[in-house]
């Protein structure tokens, strides 16, 4: 278990990657742009690459999605183990879940951030960092 | 049972969505639902916190799954102790602002609507018994607070609330990823659960997720890296919203960061990192607000080193040292309002809200300066006002534990504390004034605000006995990790669907 | 300088965080008595709602969904906040292009059928893939589409703001009824009917529908605010 | 998506970013489909796509088009 970073193919994991790179990405972007839309982008990114990393947690290979739809129950009896025996080919439905919450969240957190944009571009007629800096940061 | 623990949450909200309602009706109601609805809390809250006491903690469910299922809310002696505070604190400053001046309609019912919810987001963080929906709350916590530090249409209060935007947003970021990796070993959100199967994480994870934790967490509670924020803000905020901010928000803050580190894990190590960072905290803020020139920064700072001060009393780990830590907070909450919400009278003549220009203003403003005068002495810990009695059971806490470094640092820096506070109160006492300035003098209610403040300050001072009991029943139900896991779980088996 | 600081930092963060998400092993769980099987279970068998996620965000963690709706009520309440002017000064409507006539009929067509699929996601949110929120934003982008269409296109604040106060009333009093009724807050007091019928879940559909309105509302009143935000 | 990331981050034209999120988002949302979350897939494809992008796009509206260099012009007198 100590050495899985080399043994196994990369591709089984290209979730994680992926999700660890558009985080690192949008860090980046928030950290070290100077420009406040593109802070705001890296947000943003930043939002994505975590949101992909939560569902890649609740993946099961070769589940189906947790919804027991009309054609999964067909000429099924619904009793409590038919219920389980389905439910154990589902994804897991929590970081689903979790993930619907903070998108939206997101959305709401980036529209009061390019609100404030708005309002500072009307004060100082730039979006660069430098020039607002009236305050110490 | 008189009332439920959800009601701290279901009915601020209802009141919330119903105030553009009302407001087509009867304007005045905007300003006084707000009102009413924390008086009912603030009712609501002394009753339940006297039962918890006597009967035990209360855990709450929701939409009827046990937990770790459900929701739940947690109602202990803790946590209700906080609950009463915040909502004590948030209806005095609802008094005060009741008239608040110069704005038109639109933005009062803005106004009332974000000071509500940034109420109720520092109860849901503090009654939450799970991390999924503390994250949440706070993240409305944080949307009010953004929203409120620019609500005055300066251009430097955009700025200032745009920095708390950035870095509360990355905090919450990082509070997600830790949501996540808990997620993925534990497979379960409730407090309690995750505290019962603690061990059974890899240690990896379990270090990542409370490095993750306390950045997440610590922005709310001002810890040194993450509070460049603060100063900014709370100059920049209204003076009411300085005031819930030190009395409610940071309270949250601090509180959620003491639970994920006293229940949720038990990393060795964590006492000692809390004495360390809050040292750390203490001394800088301290040292900034000695060199302050701006009385609201100077204020935010002083806040700062509070909290530092707080975070230390927690690291000494005692009861005696949570005890001491919860009463700082609560004195800290009562004594920094008071502050707030005189110190921006008296600046209110002035553009830059300097010190220099508080020039005896006592003349003009007796009762103001004399509260501000109070606010300043309590929290320096003279006797026999409210101050002194947490920075005592501070002392005594940290001496039983043989923490002669921690004896000293409280004393140097109530020494610190006396030198800039008293520079504040000469200017005002005993500097002539410059020239003719036009004060504004305070409204009614606001002087009715102050006084409260005062009065509580005096109750605490003379009789401490009133609130040491309730103080020490929190400070037990704080360290008593295994009845916490037992309460919240064991609901669990009364409602087992 | 600070870049290269950042970006060695960053790779740092980046290595451990990546060595320790490895030690996840992708596409299989195994923590143990993880409260999934519980929701997935529980769904079908005790609320009779097809999709499990519905019922997690509407019912097993109602609460989180409250505080969410609260959330995007408060985004919009701040956003107007921030970009308020004062009374006098309404600002003029922003441009993003001008429209043709094709796109003015052409959206005049599509709007109902964008408002049906809106109406239809959310009403089928305990049934199929959708629900509340996706609805609701289906809905916003719906008016969007006009908005942008039409430059004298208005939409009332005060609807608005009437559907979405009445829409989060009826969320909070749902739950609220549920804690006279059933003893805890959002308990579902209703029958919960048969499994994959419209008529099913108790209180989740009315809460989900409950949503769709607040959410539509709610982002089209924050577009329309940032739409009128022109100096 | 990785590189609809980096070049978002690195173009100029902040029109060209914004976009470069909404493909960001549009990946996402397919990937979501990919491993069984239909439910997130729609919101973000509504969201991220739709309603993100235009927010963004309203304010590069308000505001400049362009990411400026530091320095690069004297700072007009503020209102």
């Known amino acids: 278990m100590e050495f899985k970073l080399f043994d196994l193919s990369i591709v089984e994991y290209a979730f994680f990657v992926t999700s660890v790179l558009i985080i690192l990405i949008g860090l980046y972007a928030a950290l070290v742009k100077k420009t406040l839309i593109k802070i705001v982008i890296g947000l943003s990114i930043l939002d994505a690459g975590i949101n992909l990393l939560l569902i890649s947690i609740g993946y099961l290979k070769a589940g189906t999605a947790p919804i027991f739809s009309p054609a999964l129950v067909k000429n099924m009896p619904l009793t409590l183990e038919n219920i389980k025996k389905l439910s154990e080919g589902m994804v897991d439905p929590v970081p689903q879940a979790l993930v619907l919450t903070a998108i939206v969240i997101g959305f709401g957190v980036t529209a009061v951030a390019l609100s404030l944009v708005i309002r500072l571009y009307r004060h100082h007629h730039t979006l660069n960092i430098d020039e607002i800096k009236n305050l110490k940061w | 049972m008189v009332g439920s623990p959800v009601l701290f949450i279901a009915i601020p909200l209802l009141a919330a969505f119903l105030i553009p309602l009302l407001g087509f009706v009867w304007k005045e109601s905007v300003r006084i639902l707000p009102g009413l609805v924390l008086l009912y809390l603030l009712y609501l809250s002394l009753t339940l916190m006297e039962q918890v006491v006597h009967t035990g903690t209360i855990v709450e469910v929701i939409a009827g799954w046990a937990p770790p299922w459900g929701i739940n809310l947690v109602f202990s002696p803790l946590t209700g102790l906080l609950t009463t505070l915040m909502i004590l604190m948030g209806f005095i400053i609802w008094i005060y602002s009741y008239r608040f001046k110069n704005i038109d309609f639109q933005e009062a019912v803005k106004y009332f609507i974000l000071l509500l919810m940034l109420i109720t987001g520092s109860v849901g963080i503090v009654l939450t018994g799970d991390i999924f929906n503390q994250f949440v709350f706070i993240e409305i916590t944080s949307i009010s607070a953004y929203a409120l530090t620019a609500f005055y249409k300066g251009r430097d209060s955009a700025e200032a609330s745009f920095k708390y935007l950035m870095i509360g947003s990355l905090s919450s970021m990082f509070l997600l990823l830790a949501i996540a990796l808990i997620y993925s070993q534990l497979g379960t959100l409730n407090m309690a659960d995750i505290a019962a199967k603690a061990h059974l994480m890899k240690p990896e994870f379990k270090i990542l997720a409370l490095i993750f934790f306390i950045t997440g967490l610590g922005i709310e509670a001002e810890i040194f890296p993450l509070n460049g924020w603060a100063p900014d803000a709370y100059a920049q905020a209204p003076g009411p919203i300085g005031a819930a901010f030190s009395g409610i928000v940071v309270k949250a803050g601090v509180y959620a960061m003491i639970r994920v580190m006293f229940t949720l894990f038990d990393v060795a190590g964590t006492h000692q990192f809390l004495i360390v960072i809050g040292i750390i905290t203490l001394i800088i803020a301290e040292m900034s607000a000695v060199r302050q020139e701006h009385l609201k920064r100077m204020l935010a700072y002083s806040s700062i080193g509070q909290m530092g001060l707080v975070i230390v009393a927690f690291g000494i780990g005692t009861e005696e040292g949570v005890f001491a830590a919860l009463f700082l907070m609560l004195n800290h909450a009562i004594i920094k309002s008071l502050l707030f919400l005189s110190g921006s009278y008296l600046v209110y003549h002035s553009t830059g809200k300097y010190i220099s220009e508080v020039d005896g203003i006592a003349r003009n403003l007796p009762i103001t300066s004399f509260l501000f005068a109070l606010g300043s002495i309590a929290i320096v810990g003279m006797p026999p006002f409210a101050g002194f009695w947490s920075k005592w059971s501070m002392l005594t806490a940290a001496a039983h534990s043989n923490l002669i470094l921690i004896i000293g640092l409280v004393l140097s820096v109530s020494l610190i504390e006396l030198v800039y506070y008293f520079r504040v109160l000469n200017r005002i006492y005993f500097f002539p004034k410059k020239k003719e300035v036009v004060v504004k003098k305070p409204t009614i209610n606001a002087l009715l605000a102050m006084g409260l403040l005062g009065l509580l300050i005096l109750i605490i001072g003379f009789y401490p006995d009133s609130v040491t009991g309730y103080l020490h029943a929190a400070s037990q139900s704080l360290l008593d990790k295994g009845k916490y896991i037992h309460d919240v779980l064991s609901t669990g088996q009364l409602l087992l669907p | 300088m600070k870049k290269i600081l950042v970006l060695s930092l960053l790779a740092v963060f980046g290595v451990y965080l990546a060595e320790v998400l490895f030690k996840i092993d992708f596409g299989h769980q195994f923590f143990l008595n993880g409260v999934k099987d519980f929701y997935l279970t529980a769904s079908p068998d005790k609320l009779k709602v097809a999709n499990v996620v519905t019922s997690i965000v509407v019912n097993f963690r109602g609460f989180d969904t409250l505080g969410e709706v609260t959330v995007l009520f408060l985004a919009t309440t701040a956003m107007s906040s921030i970009l308020y002017k004062g009374r006098h000064k309404l600002g003029e409507r922003a441009v993003l292009f001008s429209s043709s006539r094709i796109v003015m009929t052409g959206s005049k067509l599509l709007f109902p059928a964008i408002i049906l699929l809106g109406v239809y996601v959310f009403v089928h949110g305990h049934l199929t893939p959708g629900g509340g929120f996706q609805g609701g934003v289906i809905i916003a982008t719906g008016f969007l589409l006009m908005l942008l269409s039409y430059q004298d296109y208005q939409v009332s604040h005060v609807v608005l703001s009437v559907v979405e106060s009445l829409a989060g009333i009826t969320f909070a009093s749902i739950g609220l009824i549920g804690l006279l009724n059933g003893g805890t807050f959002l308990h579902n007091f209703l029958h919960t009917g048969v499994l994959n019928n419209l008529l099913s879940g108790g209180v989740i559909p009315i809460i989900y529908i409950a949503v769709g309105f607040k959410v539509g509302a709610e982002l089209t009143g924050l577009i329309y605010t940032a739409l009128n935000e022109k100096d | ?79």
């Open chain 4, 1 to 79: 998506m990785t590189g609809a990331a980096v070049y978002s981050v690195v173009q100029r034209d902040l029109l060209y970013a914004v976009i470069g999120t909404g493909v960001i988002s549009l990946i996402l949302s397919i990937l979501f489909l990919f491993l069984q979350a239909p439910d997130v897939a729609l919101t973000e494809a509504a969201i991220g796509v739709a309603l993100t992008t235009i927010i963004f796009i309203i304010t590069i509206r308000n505001t400049v088009r362009y990411e400026e260099d530091s320095n690069r012009h004297s700072k007009p007198a503020s209102k």
